[in-house]
Structure formats: C-alpha cells, structure tokens
Nanobody, 131 residues
Framework: QVKVQESGGGLVQAGGSLTLSCTTP????????MAWFRQAPGQQQREGIS?????????WHADSVKGRFRISRDNAKGTMVLQMNSLKPSDTAIYFC???????????????????????WGQGTQVTVSS
C-alpha cells in the first residue's frame, strides 16, 4: 500500500512557479512531521529543503530555497503543499515527500533536515527548470 504520494512535478521555465502536493493515504497524516527532499541529476545524496511539524508551528526552509519556496499543510484535507516560485535551473531534481511521526522540525540556527530521520517516502516527482 502506498503510504506517501507526491504530485505536481513538471517542466517549467526559469522564473516560473510550480506547486507540489503530498498526501499520506496509508498514514494518519495529522500525526506526522512532513518534509521535502530533492536529488539533483548525478547526485547520490538527497538534500533536505523544507519541513513542517504536525501542527504547522514549526517550519524550516534550506538557504537554497528560502524566500522562494513555501511549505504548508492542511490536516483536515490530509495534504502538504510546497509552493515553488522564482525557479532556477539549479532547482532541477527529483523531489521526494517524506513523513515521520518522530522527526522534529524547527527553524533555529544549526537545524539540519536529514533523510535518515524520515521512515516513509514517496516515489518522487520530477521537476525540470529550463533556462
């Protein structure tokens, strides 16, 4: 059974916008911290770019996307959204949604969003930004 599912990827020109969505059909969404990671072409590691805790009281964005991307969630609808604006060719990657009931997400100096803290992953959705 699919537990985490992303949607919304695609091809966009530089400067454009895309919205990614994530649902958790196999999980009790409201109890899970949610996050977005991305894996750029030719890279083995996944970069943590944004997270949100279960109540939305904690949110964090990586410096690489801060001011351009915005994460949000609607527990009543069971959906998390990543609004991506002012996209750059360097944002081209496979974007993964992840969930975990134990992961923390707070915006403080030194916080790191790490893949190993998340146990449930989607299959990924391709985002391609052309120059």
């Amino acid at each position: 059974q699919v537990k985490v599912q992303e949607s919304g990827g695609g091809l966009v020109q530089a400067g454009g916008s895309l919205t990614l969505s994530c649902t958790t059909p196999g999980l009790a969404f409201e109890y899970y911290a949610m996050a977005w990671f991305r894996q750029a072409p030719g890279q083995q590691q996944r970069e943590g770019i944004s997270c949100i805790n279960f109540s939305s009281s904690g949110k964090w964005h990586a410096d690489s996307v801060k001011g351009r991307f915005r994460i949000s969630r609607d527990n009543a609808k069971g959906t998390m959204v990543l609004q991506m604006n002012s996209l750059k060719p360097s944002d081209t990657a496979i974007y993964f949604c992840a969930a975990d009931p134990q992961a923390s997400c707070q915006d403080y100096f030194g916080f790191s969003l790490l893949p190993h803290e998340y146990n449930y992953w989607g299959q990924g959705t391709q985002v391609t930004v052309s120059s």
